[in-house]
């Protein structure tokens, strides 16, 4: 529950940037993931704790689903 909560408060607080943002555009160095660092640049109001609760297969990126589901 807690972990959906997080996930809730990324969608709402990153919703804006995040439609405006593709992922392409954010993924500056196009490896196919997100990092913290690529994240914060396109979502200033991002959290850590906000990234790590998308980060649901827990590797340290976003990939495209993850992205995708910050901004649904």
């Avoid at 607080?13 to 954010?26: H, K, N, S």
Wanted: proline residues 3%; glycine residues 4%; negative net charge.
């Amino acid at each position: 529950m807690k972990k959906f909560l997080a996930v809730l408060a990324v969608s709402l607080l990153t919703a804006t940037a995040a439609q405006a943002a593709e992922f392409g555009e954010v993924d500056t160095d196009a490896d196919g993931a997100i990092t913290l660092e690529e994240a914060v640049a396109a979502m200033p109001d991002l959290t850590e704790d906000a990234f790590a609760a998308a980060d649901t297969d827990e590797d340290g990126s976003l990939n495209p689903d993850e992205f995708a589901a910050m901004s649904n």
